[in-house]
T-cell receptor, first 113, second 118 residues
Framework: KAGVTQTPRYLIKTRGQQVTLSCSPI?????VSWYQQTPGQGLQFLFE???????NKGNFPGRFSGRQFSNSRSEMNVSTLELGDSALYLC????????????FGQGTRLTVV | AQTVTQSQPEMSVQEAETVTLSCTYD???????LFWYKQPPSRQMILVIR??????QNATENRFSVNFQKAAKSFSLKISDSQLGDAAMYFC???????????????FGSGTQLTVLP
């Protein structure tokens, strides 16, 4: 069974540009969550999608957005990139049942220059 | 809002020895889940062990066990017979039960970098 796949693995962008990151969850998983990991702020929750609907959102500016497709694949978009957006972006998928854990992808390392 | 605190930024242990990583949390909820995740240099978060708050028995997974003290809001991880492959960043995490508004959101601690010395 394939794990959570995130693409691309590495990305370098310039300030002011926008970026789109992709996450393909484990087959059968309909919940996808995104996290930002930085040395200063640690791991912070961005948002969660389930059945193409955003169910929960963390404390991030509106430049951060996402969506989920009917096949449960998810994308997150960051517009007007800032230097502080440089981070590891992790995606996690899970089943909708109560007693299950989140499975993480290997992340996308975004560097903003 | 829930908070998770890991007060040990770095720990080291001799190969084959035992080490305990500390974690405390703050919540007003009575039912929840606690997790320990491992993040090796490959960056992928790997679940090490999970504890349901309603269970009094401490979870165990092979060489990994927890000491869950609900009243003290403490959730420590013990690694026995440490191996070189255990070297990684370890994160403690909290999750509410699915019926609450925060659903599947994980709240992480700041992590403990574990070094295993040969």
């Amino acid at each position: 069974k394939a794990g959570v796949t995130q693409t691309p693995r590495y990305l370098i962008k310039t300030r002011g540009q926008q970026v789109t990151l992709s996450c393909s969850p484990i087959s059968g998983h309909r919940s996808v969550s995104w996290y930002q990991q930085t040395p200063g702020q640690g791991l912070q929750f961005l948002f969660e999608y389930f059945s193409e609907t955003q169910r929960n959102k963390g404390n991030f500016p509106g430049r951060f957005s996402g969506r989920q497709f009917s096949n449960s694949r998810s994308e997150m978009n960051v517009s007007t990139l800032e230097l502080g957006d440089s981070a590891l972006y992790l995606c996690a998928s899970s089943l909708q049942t109560e007693n299950t854990e989140a499975f993480f992808g290997q992340g996308t390392r975004l560097t903003v220059v | 809002a829930q908070t998770v605190t890991q007060s040990q930024p770095e720990m080291s242990v001799q190969e084959a020895e035992t080490v305990t990583l500390s974690c405390t949390y703050d919540t007003s909820e009575s039912d929840y889940y606690l997790f320990w995740y491992k993040q090796p240099p490959s960056r992928q978060m790997i679940l090490v062990i999970r504890q349901e708050a309603y269970k009094q028995q401490n979870a165990t997974e092979n060489r990994f066990s927890v000491n869950f003290q609900k009243a003290a809001k403490s959730f420590s991880l013990k690694i026995s017979d440490s191996q070189l492959g255990d070297a990684a960043m370890y994160f403690c995490a909290y999750r509410s039960v699915i019926s609450s508004g925060s659903a599947r959101q994980l709240t992480f601690g700041s992590g403990t970098q574990l070094t295993v010395l040969p």
